[in-house]
Nanobody
Framework: QVQLVESGGGLVQPGGSLRLSCAASGFTFDAYAIGWFRQAPGKEREGLACFSSSTKITYYADSVKGRFTISRDNAKNTLYLQMNSLEPEDTAAYYC??????????????????WGQGTQVTVSS
């Protein structure tokens, strides 16, 4: 069974940093595009970053470019999201998902993709 398990969320002060992890299992990790999304209460889901397994290119949303960095460890089947210079507006539930795609100017996930259950990030003083 395909599983994606996010971890690393929590409470952080504005300007702080946090690193999220997404542990994957049940599929060929390096054969699929995989990325990060978030959703705050009352707001639509937002694609943040997408790593293309075919081109090895990482795409970022304008809202996080320069602050967030995606990386992956194929040996550990784990995807990471390093978040710096966090702002209260970054408060949301964060999810990893397979089958992300960059469709300018947005990052989306195909309906064939798989999702984790999410991890909560709260940025507050």
């Amino acid at each position: 069974q395909v599983q994606l398990v996010e971890s690393g969320g929590g409470l952080v002060q504005p300007g702080g940093s946090l690193r999220l992890s997404c542990a994957a299992s049940g599929f060929t990790f390096d054969a699929y595009a995989i990325g990060w999304f978030r959703q705050a209460p009352g707001k639509e889901r937002e694609g943040l970053a997408c790593f293309s397994s075919s081109t090895k290119i990482t795409y970022y949303a304008d809202s996080v470019k320069g602050r967030f960095t995606i990386s992956r460890d194929n040996a550990k089947n784990t995807l990471y999201l390093q978040m710096n210079s966090l702002e209260p507006e970054d408060t949301a539930a964060y999810y990893c998902a397979t089958q992300c795609r960059y469709r300018s100017p947005t990052i989306v996930a195909l309906t064939s993709g798989y999702w984790g259950q999410g991890t909560q990030v709260t940025v507050s003083s």
